[in-house]
């Protein structure tokens, strides 16, 4: 039955494998292009970067672009000083419920920004990958009471998908441990293991993180989870786990180009046509520059060698006894024929092709933008973005934010939860779902609230001409549910149904006794009034 299960894993892991051989070579390109750290590393054959041997890189516009890039989207889609994502309820909620969810909202993100949590930063690198190479795969694992991220290097993980798209196979053959590193990961696990030889020696352990086909005829595999994790090595299995969710969430810049390939193109390989042109481009503008500046002499008599012809180079026999050179320098004629407006110009392709410019508000700020036309501004670049968005949110942020709630109910992060959530979950059967909530949705959203006030706006000017009635048309109460939503304010902001009513209760009460008192005031004037006038009256008489 080990066997089996080792086997079966060592044949999604070929097959995983299989699939990276046709984009080692795309990766090694766009490395040697914008990210040095793994130039001549992505692929184990050092041979494979020979079309690069003796080729300098001139220009950084690329790699400069990818880390603005990174940054541009970390800031939009998780920005540490907001809350980006808010849990809802299918079908109505009532004000306990929701105000237990923006709880819930607080305590993710207390854990998710919590100390030696690494969010941020493998937050960054994970999109720093997406923008060279495509794809990123994050690891997010319950650590000390708390979640700890951490984002794989590129050959780390292998990747496989199944017709629907979604990756379901992550395979490892590259983790190499010592004996203090083997038991510091797998524990006493690792004891049957260890070499004892002072941790001179590695051994290489393979994983493989997969789906469980428990309900396969014949699968290995029984456990009563959807997902599993294998680690062996050689032919003898030190770790097997089952999971509820997988551990690890990968990814990708745009959806599969077809079922049979996981990976997809780059930011970076869009731009690196100009990215190559540029930097040839400047290399002979040096190399132009350089033959003006320090040319070859060609000396007086002496035999043609072409292995001379190169700046600054001596020629013997060029000077006369006097000192004097016996002919002119050979200099190339004419400008050079690439200009700073050209260069700047493929600096501004790569830009775009990263799409850099969607993340500049002000185009032209020069320019004295009204508030309205800073709006249309936003809105219309919020629309371009949120192409994007869209596959970011559905690919990592929600993943993420399940493994966050799920590892926070095991930790008993949230406490207890209130009767009314459970019964909800329970017995009514609502599901919880995750809404992305940032700055980008919010602007698209905009214009309900701009909506809103000039129809408050009509509405006041109706009433001025003597159509009173048109106010009471006006829900002004659903209009600020709406508004707070849409502006992301908490929902204990607002009263709930219950105090608003009970509020007005209080108010008719206070009112009422208001109104009795000033009755028995007047009651009280009214015969203290008649007593003085039947006083008079009597003395009269």
């Known amino acids: 039955m080990l066997q089996d299960k080792i086997s079966y894993c060592e044949r999604l892991g070929k097959a995983a494998k299989d699939k990276q051989t046709y984009w080692k070579p795309h990766w090694e390109r766009v490395a040697f292009l914008c990210d040095p750290r793994y130039y001549g590393k992505v692929m184990s054959q050092p041979a494979i970067a020979q079309n690069y041997v003796g080729r300098y890189k001139y220009a950084d516009t690329l790699m400069i672009a990818c880390d603005r890039w990174a940054q541009a989207v970390a800031g939009l889609t998780t920005p540490e000083t907001e ?45 720093k990958l997406l923008c060279v190479y495509g794809f990123a795969v994050m690891g997010i694992t319950r650590e000390n009471g708390g979640i700890k991220y951490k984002t794989y290097r590129l050959t780390d993980w292998a990747i496989d998908q ?7 196979v992550f395979f490892n053959d590259t983790f190499e441990y010592n004996d203090a590193d083997l038991f510091k990961r797998f524990g006493e696990a690792a004891r049957p293991f260890l070499k004892y030889d002072e941790c001179k020696s590695r051994q290489k352990v393979k994983t493989l993180v997969g789906e469980n086909y428990y309900y396969i005829k014949g699968s290995p595999f029984k456990n009563r989870k959807r997902w599993f994790s294998l680690s062996w090595i050689d032919d003898k299995i030190i770790e097997e786990k089952f999971f509820d969710l997988c551990p690890l969430v990968c990814q990708r810049y745009e959806i599969s180009p077809n079922q049979n390939d996981p990976y997809s193109l780059s930011p970076a390989m869009y731009a ?25 002499y060609l000396g007086y008599k002496d035999n043609i060698d072409l292995s001379r012809f190169r700046p600054d180079s001596y020629i ?15 200099a ?12 700047n110009y493929f600096q501004q392709q790569i830009e775009k092709a990263l799409g850099l410019d969607l993340f500049v508000l002000f185009a032209n700020k020069e320019k004295t933008m009204t508030a309205t036309e800073i709006m249309q501004v936003a809105r ?8 994007f968005i869209s596959k970011r949110q559905s690919q990592f942020l929600e993943k993420e934010a399940e493994l966050n709630v799920y590892y926070g109910l095991q930790d008993n992060a949230f406490g207890d939860v209130p009767p009314e959530v459970l019964d909800m979950l329970q017995n009514k059967g609502v599901e919880m779902t995750i809404q992305y909530d940032n700055e980008i949705s919010r602007r698209m959203r905009m214009s309900e609230i701009e909506a809103n006030n000039l129809l408050i706006q009509t509405a006041g000017a109706l009433a001025n001409i003597g159509q009173q009635q048109v106010i009471d048309r006006i829900n002004g109460d659903d209009m600020l549910k709406d508004t707070r939503e849409i502006l992301g304010a908490r929902v204990q902001s ?15 009460r206070q009112e009422n006794a208001q109104t009795q008192a000033a009755m028995a005031a007047e009651a009280a004037r009214l ?5 003085k006038a039947g006083l008079t009256q009597e003395q009269l008489i």
Not at 282 to 295: E, G, T, W
Not at 380 to 387: F, K, M
Not at 527 to 531: H, Y
Request: glycine share 4%; charged share 20%; proline share 4%.
């Open 272 to 296: 690196s046509a100009a990215q190559q042109t540029l930097n040839d481009m400047i290399r002979m503008c040096l190399k132009a520059a350089n033959n003006k500046v320090s040319p070859v």
């Open 494 to 508: 607002l009263k709930s149904d219950e105090q608003v009513a009970q509020l007005a209760k209080a108010k008719q």
């Open 380 to 387: 219309e670049r919020a629309v371009l973005q949120n192409i």
């Open 527 to 531: 015969q203290l009034e008649t007593a």
């Open 316 to 330: 013997p026999h060029a000077m006369t006894a006097e000192g004097r050179p016996v002919v002119q320098p050979m």
């Open 162 to 168: 199944d017709n629907s798209d979604q990756i379901n």
């Open 83 to 127: 809350k980006w994502q808010k849990f809802t309820f299918v079908g109505d909620t009532n004000y306990e419920t929701a105000a237990w969810l923006d709880f819930l909202t607080d305590r993710v993100f207390a854990r998710r920004y919590a100390m030696g949590s690494n969010f941020s930063e493998a937050n960054y690198e994970a999109l």
């Open 332 to 343: 190339l004629s004419g400008d050079i024929p690439f200009t700073t407006e050209w260069i």
